[in-house]
């Protein structure tokens, strides 16, 4: 969520910086800032709101300096405001620093050292230890300082005593470098300086770097280590067509869904991995939760228990896992904390489906199915959750050994959103004060992200429910102020559905229906039942973006959401 940035070369930094936190915009925060050193002295410049706010201040300075770190800052600890933001200098101003996670002890800890702090944040604590540790060199006062700190961190230091150099360590949250001849970059998303470069180093948990001016070194708590380079995997380039981020991704489905099928060749070896298993453990966040729900599905036909289960929740139950459960981690971004805590808890087979390669959920699982839906930067995902569904198809054609029908699928997408138009209902949605989505089945499901996503960019309250289970009480909120969206693709429930349909308008609400059946609100292409998911789902992303428009909000950048949610 927070996104760290850093330069250290022969340019300007402050661009570069500039540069560098606008790629990791997508990620969501509410403050930015900046240190860059100039003539062996650290400047501070941060700023609430967004990344605009702080580039207009540093484009008015003069500071020429050609090392700096960057930051923005998702508020955990206190309010989004300018004293909030990072960097933190110590009080004494020897050492300055910007922090992804969340230090668990850091109010034992300030009472320990009767540290006071100037703001409302944990990281400040890790500044002021780092400037009382006794030792004189700067990688020993941060060894020790990390076996102080409890939770999850990725930190990048200047120390006022050595200016020309940047540290960096490692637990949980991710951290990257790359170089490009004199250009050294560090983030916490290789994406970030992906333009520069074309590999990269990844930090392990327990790492250490230091980097100087052309040179990086990388330690363990106990000596000096050589890290192998990581290589970026070339995925297919799109075009911006639109205003908004998110507009563009709903339209590359049908490209992400051919890149992924294509890829997916090399994952085929998996098949083996669901030799004598016991039982399967579904297992996600938001999003990528409704894409396990569709899983168990899509998985229905193997002979043992599947169970989809919430991250957060997973991790405090208490399961019956052993040697020959399979558990399949979902995460878009690979970093979602409440997910990468229920691997660590899995002594069992590992298998993590992500859009993002060496993520840090691809070392925490034995096994990986990796999607290609590119670069998903809108904070509400759209096309990464239909390459999720894609993949749990694939998976059940290879277990099932049936050849996959990809091209009618990719085909039928394409074809549907050419002509799709929602935007005369996403004017009409306006006038209520409720809206619902329902659904039988799978269409349940859809219904559920499809409330999540109306939610997450329009900030209406609405809510999803069974159609079945509408009478069993949340029948009571409907009145003529009232929406329901029915998703409807299975004929032997139709009747059901038009019953469900009448219930809704004897008490006032308006129900629109969408199906692949004629005389239809909203019409869903004729194609076969295991795309129906994949493509029932289009509408209604179409939709909340378009409210999300109309109300004059940026779809892309919801509000209090993060794309990569690294803190449980």
Known sequence: MCGIFGYIGKKEAKNILIEGLESLEYRGYDSAGVAI?????????????????????????????TLGIAHTRWATHGLPTENNAHPHFDSKKN???????????????KNEFKIKTA???DTEIIAELLSIMPEDDNLEK????????????????????EPDAIYLAKKESPLMIGQDNDDIFISSDANAFKKYCKSFYILNNGDFAKITYNNIEFFNKNKKIYKKLNKFINTFSFQSNNKYIMLDEIFQTPDALRETANYFSNFKDIKSYFNNIDKIYLIGCGTAYHSCLYGKHY???????????IASEFRYGDYKITKNTLCIFISQSGETADTLACVKKCKCKTLAITNVPNSSITFACKKTILMKAGWERAVASTKAYSCQLLIFYLLRCLLLDKQPHISSLINAVKKYLATLNMETLSKNLLNYEKVMFIGRQGDFVTAKESALKLKEISYLNCIACPSGELKHGTLAIVDNKTLVFMIATQKKLMSKNLL????IEARGGKCLIASCFEGYDIKLPHTQSNFLPIISILPFQLLACNVSILKGYNPDKPRNLSKSVTVE
């Open 37 to 65: 050193v100039e003539d062996d002295e650290i400047k501070i410049t941060k700023r609430a709101g967004k990344v605009e706010e702080l580039k207009k201040v540093l484009l008015k300075n003069e500071n020429s300096g």
């Open 95 to 109: 050492v300055v620093l910007v922090h992804n996670g969340i230090i668990e002890n850091y109010l034992e800890l």
């Open 119 to 121: 703001s409302q944040v």
């Open 142 to 161: 941060l060894k020790h300082v990390s076996k102080l700190l409890k939770g999850s961190y990725a930190i990048a230091i200047i120390f006022k005593n």
């Open 299 to 309: 998985l229905n036909f193997l002979k043992v228990p599947i169970f989809t289960e």
């Open 500 to 503: 469900t349909k009448d219930e």
